[in-house]
């Protein structure tokens, strides 16, 4: 009798752990995270734009093509 009891409760907690306990995911790879990038000037006309989004060539930053071949 004490024995079906026991089992009748740990089948219980089993349940409970494993479907009423689990914990919250985050959702990290949902989330905009912001994240600071260098920024550097445009050898031509000084703006300043992020270097992912710059334009090198010899060794210089461009902000455009336009400013690359120098409109």
Do not use: W
Not at 61 to 69: A, D
Request: hydrophobic share 35%.
């Amino acid at each position: 009798m004490i024995n079906e009891i026991l089992v009748v409760l740990v089948v219980i907690a089993i349940v409970y752990f494993l479907f009423m306990k689990r914990p919250a995911v985050k959702n990290d790879s949902k989330k905009t995270e912001q994240k600071s990038e260098d920024l550097v000037a445009c050898h031509t006309c000084g703006t300043y734009t992020s270097i992912s989004e710059s334009i090198i060539k010899g060794g210089e930053y461009y902000c455009s093509q336009e400013c690359l071949e120098g409109k």
